[in-house]
């Protein structure tokens, strides 16, 4: 997108209004006149007026990269001493993914194209994730730091934008849920190849965006204008009590565990940062900017390598998927209810097209072929072929890919029963929803 170059140049200019903290570790953060949390979802520019990514250091603060028409969405790479961010040379240029060191030098661009690339985090072995906008659309890519071929990791027509990268490996993002009435957004999990996407929970209920992983292994996220958090003994979000104010999600956490998160105290205010140790009652300023946002803390020191994820995927044009008991489920199925199983997929004009059908054995498992990186979506049907439950939205199987599911919608932390599923006692084959003899049809009823 091109900005107003008054704008743009005005921003250099821009200096934060910075305020000792005991606990205040040197960081990188973003200034931004305008901020729009949740612009990706319709492929939109969080940052309509440009911004500037700076470093609080040696108890100096510093643009990043000057002499950029814009910068954002730092991120620090394992060792500390390299910093991956988006940013513009010039004004008319797309965002595009940079990485400079942080001893000084020359920033080298990592991406290339017209599209726009935001958001980027490094992953193990010198790879790094980020979105890229494709025929109007954020989709996550990973790719060398040196250079290559990119590999495209989201495949529904959803936009996706990452926000963290998890210390197992998992690459956490957000992208849009399918709610009651309207899009929301939600947040998922996909490991560096792709493979083993899903919603880090199942229950649903509110937008969840900006999700980052802190030292306890929880994941701390925007719930509207507080905070909530994913903790491993909880099947569901618990919300956060922190003092009274407006968030905007992207906590970073300082060594002795303190957070700091922009904040603001109402509605048409700039966020500011500001420092919170986790169970007091008041927030310390940090840095503000009385015209901008000041946004994205990410606190400047080494960091543990996440797991590294060798990929298990074959050379097939297909996956294959079992699903152990589709009656595992967060909805109730009377006990025999469901018979077999429809499977779609769509194109860009979102009409959803019919795969096929496959049975359901009566302890609820079935074993089918699947058509890989193309969105996917589950059916399940009655004796009568009436639907029982339908997926609200749409999945993605890599092409090569085995995947076995506890249930149906059943959430991750659901463990499998110690039993050998019917369908494979039955056949250790597929069905074949390639959709290869499949025609176009519209659902149940």
């Known amino acids: 997108m091109i900005v107003c170059g008054v704008l743009l140049i005005a921003i250099s200019f821009l200096r934060p209004i910075v305020r000792a903290a005991p606990d205040a570790d040197s960081l990188l953060y973003t200034i931004a006149p305008q901020y729009d949390a949740l612009a990706w979802m319709r492929a939109g520019e969080r940052f309509s007026s440009g911004a500037t990514v700076f470093i609080k250091q040696d108890g100096r603060n510093r643009a990043l990269v000057p002499d950029f028409a814009a910068s954002a969405d730092p991120a620090v790479s394992f060792d500390g001493q390299r910093v991956l961010f988006a940013a513009k040379q010039k004004r008319q240029d797309p965002w595009q993914i940079w990485e400079v060191a942080l001893g000084g030098g020359k920033p080298h661009r990592i991406t290339s194209g017209p599209e726009d690339c935001v958001r980027p985090f490094y992953l193990p072995e010198g790879r790094v994730v980020y979105a890229r906008k494709i025929a109007g659309r954020f989709v996550i890519e990973a790719l060398s730091a040196a250079g290559g071929r990119p590999l495209a990791l989201t495949y529904t027509f959803e936009n996706a934008l990452p926000t963290d990268v998890l210390r197992d490996g998992r690459i956490l993002f957000q992208s849009a849920y399918q709610g009651a009435n309207e899009a929301i957004p939600e947040i998922y999990t996909v490991y560096s190849d792709g493979s083993g996407v899903e919603s880090y929970r199942c229950d649903h209920k509110q937008p969840r965006y900006q999700a980052h992983q802190v030292g306890s292994g929880d994941i701390i996220f925007s719930v509207g204008p507080a905070l909530a958090k994913f903790t491993s003994a909880r099947a569901q979000q618990v919300a956060i009590t922190v003092p009274p104010a407006e968030y905007a999600g992207d906590v970073a956490e300082t060594a002795s565990g303190n957070w700091v998160m922009p904040s603001r105290t109402s509605t048409g205010t700039p966020y500011q940062l500001t420092e919170w140790t986790p169970g007091s009652a008041t927030l310390r300023p940090i840095a503000a900017d009385p015209h901008a946002n000041v946004l994205q803390p990410v606190i400047l020191r080494e960091q543990a390598v996440p797991n590294r994820h060798p990929s298990g995927l074959h050379d097939w044009t297909y996956a294959n998927l079992l699903c152990l008991n589709a009656?595992?489920?967060?909805?109730?199925?009377?006990?025999?209810?469901?018979?077999?199983?429809?499977?779609?997929?769509?194109?860009?004009?979102?009409?959803?097209?019919?795969?096929?059908?496959?049975?359901?054995?009566?302890?609820?498992?079935?074993?089918?072929?699947?058509?890989?990186?193309?969105?996917?979506?589950?059916?399940?049907?009655?004796?009568?072929?009436?639907?029982?439950?339908?997926?609200?939205?749409?999945?993605?199987?890599?092409?090569?890919?085995?995947?076995?599911?506890?249930?149906?919608?059943?959430?991750?932390?659901?463990?499998?029963?110690?039993?050998?599923?019917?369908?494979?006692?039955?056949?250790?084959?597929?069905?074949?929803?390639?959709?290869?003899?499949?025609?176009?049809?519209?659902?149940?009823?």
């Open 327 to 445: 009656y595992t489920s967060k909805y109730e199925f009377s006990g025999g209810s469901v018979h077999a199983m429809r499977l779609y997929t769509r194109g860009e004009s979102a009409a959803p097209r019919l795969l096929g059908t496959a049975s359901v054995e009566r302890d609820g498992s079935f074993f089918v072929q699947v058509p890989g990186d193309e969105p996917l979506q589950i059916e399940l049907l009655d004796a009568s072929g009436k639907t029982l439950k339908r997926e609200k939205g749409f999945f993605w199987m890599r092409k090569g890919e085995q995947r076995v599911c506890v249930g149906c919608h059943a959430g991750p932390e659901t463990a499998p029963e110690n039993a050998v599923p019917m369908i494979l006692l039955k056949s250790t084959t597929p069905a074949d929803l390639t959709g290869a003899s499949a025609s176009n049809a519209s659902g149940g009823h």
